[in-house]
């Protein structure tokens, strides 16, 4: 079975053609970072009429590496939540035109889904139930996912996202945009514990993320002291860094244990962070039997592949979209 992904939900372009929802036969983004790079963040507008530029040119590249015909396709699966409106609403349209002219079935994706089954497309797969953490720049949240199409939210956050976390503490310190990435990159040279940082606690809810407290103690800290060069700014990257991933670690692998799941994946861009993955690692290694699941960095940002997984799981459950499939900003999973 190969299904043609489509994800268009934010800032990339991306198209897929995915064989029996494990192997990315083609795997093509066309990524916006350099036009949103000068205003420190994703312009929703600039996002949109983008997206219109890239997308045919990128359906019929990922066709071409994939060495398949429309006719070759079994089904045309497309984000359609949630993200940015008129983002959605070119990969959604386009979708829809392509799947009617090769008189092919429609599904829609939520893209929250997609990164819960992108690690199915590594080699080394998991297996349901497994607790699922989406870690992004617009989400973090905590599933439990026991099947395809079968999951339930544990926890999610009360404010900021912790890639929301990364990239606007990185711009109160001056770094170039994407700000998770700066900060991940500086934070290698720097010592975690030079500065405490509250964690991202919510009192009543110990599965609920606010990292919004720690963006003002940052903010808090660069106004009393300034902005910091050199190793000392390597240290306060670290220490930043640290705060967020010990809430993200700590609290995954306390929803696994309450859930008595041996399985925890983790998925979204933030989970592309290499400390976070080192963490996460060498956390479960003092779990006996629990196992980690990181998908390659690729699979973590967003992408079409995982798309055309959660599509053909939902074509296989007999889910169909019509013409009258519309951008859903707020879908919830």
Not at 138 to 156: C, E, I, M, N, P
Not at 189 to 203: E, L, M, N
Not at 268 to 281: D, H, I, K, S, T
Request: with cysteine.
């Amino acid at each position: 079975m190969r299904v043609l992904g489509i994800e268009t939900s934010c800032d990339e372009t991306a198209a897929s053609v995915v064989e029996d929802g494990r192997r990315a036969l083609s795997d093509v983004v066309a990524t916006q970072i350099d036009i949103h790079r000068r205003w420190g963040g994703v312009v929703p507008e600039l996002a949109s009429r983008n997206h219109v530029v890239q997308v045919m040119p990128v359906v019929d590249e990922a066709l071409s590496r994939a060495g398949v015909r429309p006719e070759d396709l079994d089904a045309v699966a497309v984000t359609s939540g949630p993200g940015l409106v008129g983002a959605l609403l070119v990969g959604v349209q386009a979708a829809k035109a392509l799947a009617a002219a090769w008189r092919r079935p429609l599904v829609r994706v939520n893209h929250l889904e997609g990164h819960l089954v992108a690690a199915f497309l590594s080699d080394r797969a998991p297996a349901f139930p497994y607790l699922g953490m989406v870690v992004s720049g617009g989400h973090t949240s905590l599933y439990a996912a026991r099947g395809f199409g079968d999951y339930a939210v544990l926890g999610q956050t009360r404010d900021d996202a912790a890639g929301e976390a990364f990239d606007k503490g990185a711009k109160l310190l001056g770094l170039p945009y994407p700000g998770g990435v700066a900060i991940d990159r500086l934070a290698r040279d720097g010592d975690a514990r030079a500065i405490r940082f509250p964690k991202a606690i919510v009192k009543g809810a110990d599965l609920d993320f606010s990292f919004s407290g720690l963006k003002t103690a940052l903010l808090h800290h660069v106004r009393a002291h300034g902005v910091p060069e050199g190793r000392a700014l390597a240290d306060l990257c670290a220490s930043y860094q640290e705060a967020i991933v010990a809430a993200l670690v700590q609290k995954a692998f306390r929803a696994a244990r309450r859930l008595q799941f041996e399985r925890l994946v983790l998925s979204g861009g933030v989970a592309a962070n290499g400390r976070l993955r080192q963490v996460f690692e060498e956390t479960a290694a003092g779990y006996e039997g629990m196992e980690v699941y990181l998908p390659a960095p690729k699979l973590c940002t967003d992408n079409a592949a995982m798309i055309a997984v959660a599509g053909t799981h939902a074509f296989l459950r007999g889910e169909r979209a019509g013409a009258e499939l519309n951008a859903d900003p707020a879908w919830r999973l």
